[in-house]
């Protein structure tokens, strides 16, 4: 016996990777169905051995489906997340629209697992955004020996984070810079990306930061722990898949270098590649298609009292999105709805 699965917006970056992951995890389904928009109805996308017809979101009924793993923008979310919710289906949601509501779970099943009874209060279960989701990763295994304080963070992020669009963008740029007959004006982006980084994601907020540097900020106190204070930049950097981040640690206790990359070997979804020589760390191409968050340049940081250093990367649509996705859904078979 398996579970019925819907994935909503599956011809997208985020929702072709779940399909990729339902299938490697070979995750108990017993049906599957395909949704998207009108605008790319009838598209034919993989699942496993199989190929799938994408079906019209609009007109789909939800009655009798156990799970529902929703991959599109935070409108379409509003208007079919609650309806297949109100059906019997849980939303497993990774668009920002329910992440801050009280009443809603967010969460990375590594870091907070027993927060997915909440999914009773509503059907509906988020979802965190890819930077978040792979740093708490690698901060709760901290957090429980040493409790942090503070965590400055810069972000590199890229570019599949803004969806196919945005990574077209990015390679016609480049393209164009060999061939000065072209011009790839902007559009995904504020400025060009090739050869460029772009310090902006989301919008501006009226303190100066940015909406997924706020993002950051409170879905790690979501998440972990409310009393984490966290300051972040966010950066786009011309990269088709994966996300790195650059973290410093202050902690409450001290926590010597050495203990902490033992207590992250040991810490579920990470892998730790830290040797102190050329090419001893993991850089985002290296990181793509894998399941696990890496580790790697981690040190002490001798400017203040409790202060380590780390380099996280992950790939954005796996661990940052659809991996996550896949692994609620697994969470919420096996402590609640035991089907599989
Ligand atoms: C980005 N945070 O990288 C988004 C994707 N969720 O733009």
Known sequence: MGY???????????????????????????????????????????????????????????????????????????????????????VIDNSSLYRYDPDIP???????PEAVHGYKNKNIIANPNCSTAQMVVAL??????????RVVVSTYQSVSGGGKEAMEELWEQTKAVYNPTKDVPPTKFTKEIAFNVI??????????????????????????????????????????????????IETEEFLDEDEARDILREAPGIMVIDKREDGGYVTPKECVGDFATFISRLRQDSTVENGLNLWCVSDNLRKGAALNAVQIAELLGREVLKKG
């Open 140 to 149: 709760k295994p901290l957090h429980d020996r040493a409790k942090i304080k």
């Open 4 to 90: 019925r699965i819907v994935v909503v917006g599956a011809t997208g970056n985020v929702g072709r990777e779940m399909l990729n992951i339902l299938a490697e995890r070979q995750f108990p389904v017993e049906e599957i169905a395909v949704l998207a928009s009108r605008r790319s109805l009838g598209t034919e996308v993989t699942f496993g051995e199989t190929t799938l017809k994408t079906q019209d979101l609009a007109t789909f009924d939800f009655t009798g489906w156990d799970m529902a793993l929703f991959a599109v923008g935070s409108a379409a979310t509003k208007e079919f997340a609650p309806k297949a919710a109100a059906a019997g289906c849980v």
């Open 199 to 248: 310090p902006h994601i989301d919008v501006f907020l009226d303190d100066g930061s940015t909406k997924e540097e706020w993002k950051m900020v409170a879905e790690t106190k979501k998440i972990i722990d409310t009393s984490i204070k966290v300051t972040a930049t966010c950066v786009r950097v011309p990269v088709f898949v994966g996300h790195s981040e650059s973290v410093n």
């Open 106 to 112: 967010l969460i990375v099943p590594e870091v907070n």
